[in-house]
């Protein structure tokens, strides 16, 4: 298949009179409203519960029902090992039915580092026919039961047995506020970009979209799937689509190309607005940002990387950088809470649905 960036009569963004084809707001006196993440000590102490703390062992109580236990254990017909039937340092849930029944019940009131015999019978409509039926032995040893904790109650000794790297409270608090603060900043600033492109989309006027780079668009953006389906799915694109999306390539093909031109119109804004303020993207630009990120993601050379992303779509990828940092600074964002947030998105809800009817 001929590239669209190859043919006779493709023209592309750098080459393109923008003013024919969109009309820019008053954009350097925009405000916008971004969702700006709560850091409260409710958030870092679920961030630590979730993401920090985990089980550990305990070694000086018997075994009840509901807990995580490590073990090994040996399944045995007529004193020979079955298939499928051994395993060592397994975490299995007491209750969970996962095994056979009379194998969980079978641990309970077992102390770590005891070793138990349970005869026990699969069942008659079990999917293995040499087992279904049949009476076997499993000889299982208990290691140890994995228990949890949260950060308000867990204590130095379970720490350390954790092996999670830290020894005290306070070193976890302190790393956890740090990540959270992070993570938090680098989404309220995500949440600016998106207003800003989202509100530039809404006040531009567009008179046509070049059919050509919508074209080169889907093109590269098929091109991407056809490696992914074939890569990671081991399958086509249609198969992959069928399947996972459930819909016909026709109706595929009409939500990409819809989303292709959506894509360009944002393209095109950018593309002016850069324009507008100085900002260029040179070749030479290109290949020192392309050297880099080939290193980075496994590419052999910066040519490599610019051929397979497109150099319409990779030139745009480092102009959309340059210039969102230029309008982060010269719009007004108004700071909103997630509740805020949540009333503002309910209320357009509201206003799109009553426009509708």
């Known amino acids: 298949e001929v590239k669209v960036s190859e043919r006779e009569d493709y023209v592309g ?14 954009y350097a006196s925009m405000t916008v409203q971004a969702e700006k993440p709560e850091v409260t000590d409710e958030v870092i102490e679920s961030y630590i519960n979730r993401n920090i703390l985990t ?13 995580a236990v490590t073990i090994d254990y040996v399944g045995k017909k007529d004193d020979v090992a079955f298939d499928g039937g051994t395993a060592e340092g397994y975490v299995l849930n007491i209750g969970s039915g996962t095994f056979i029944e009379g194998f969980e019940e079978g641990l309970i009131g077992v102390m770590p580092g005891e070793t138990v015999d349970l005869n026990l019978t699969f069942p008659e409509n079990y999917g293995s026919e040499e087992l279904a039926g049949a009476d076997v032995v499993f000889t299982v040893t208990v290691h140890d039961i994995q228990e949890s904790t949260d950060y308000a109650s867990v204590t130095e000794e379970q720490l350390a047995l954790m092996e999670i790297g830290y020894t ?6 302190t790393d956890a506020a740090e990540y959270v603060e992070e993570s938090a900043e680098s989404t309220y600033q995500s949440n600016i970009a998106n207003a800003i492109v989202e509100k530039l989309m809404e006040e531009s006027t567009f008179t046509s979209v070049p059919e050509l780079l919508v074209e080169e668009e889907f093109q590269n953006y ?16 249609e198969t992959f689509v069928t399947t996972f999306y459930g819909i016909t390539m026709d109706e595929y093909n009409t ?21 507008a303020e100085g900002i260029e993207v040179t070749e030479e630009v290109m290949n020192e940002v392309a050297a880099e990120e080939a290193v980075e993601y496994g590419y052999e050379s910066a040519d ?12 745009m ?22 509740e805020e947030a949540a009333t503002e998105e309910t209320t357009t809800e509201e206003a799109t649905t009553e426009a509708a009817q």
Do not use: H
Not at 168 to 173: A, H, L, V, Y
Not at 255 to 275: F, G, W
Not at 304 to 315: D, F, N, P, S, W
């Open 13 to 26: 963004f750098e080459d393109l009179v923008t003013e024919d084809y969109v009309t820019l707001p008053e």
């Open 55 to 67: 089980t550990y062992p305990v070694t000086d109580r018997a075994v009840v029902n509901g807990d």
């Open 168 to 173: 005290s409270k306070d070193d976890i608090w």
């Open 222 to 237: 098929n091109t991407y799937m056809e490696a992914l389906c074939t890569n990671y799915y081991g399958c086509d694109v």
């Open 255 to 275: 939500q990409m190309k819809q989303m292709c031109e959506d894509t360009i119109k944002q393209y095109l804004v950018m593309e002016a607005i850069s324009r």
């Open 304 to 315: 490599a990387l610019i051929e397979e992303v497109g150099k319409t779509t990779y030139r």
């Open 317 to 338: 990828y480092i102009l959309q950088d340059k210039v969102m940092t230029k309008l982060m600074d010269m719009v007004t964002v108004e700071a909103i809470t997630p």
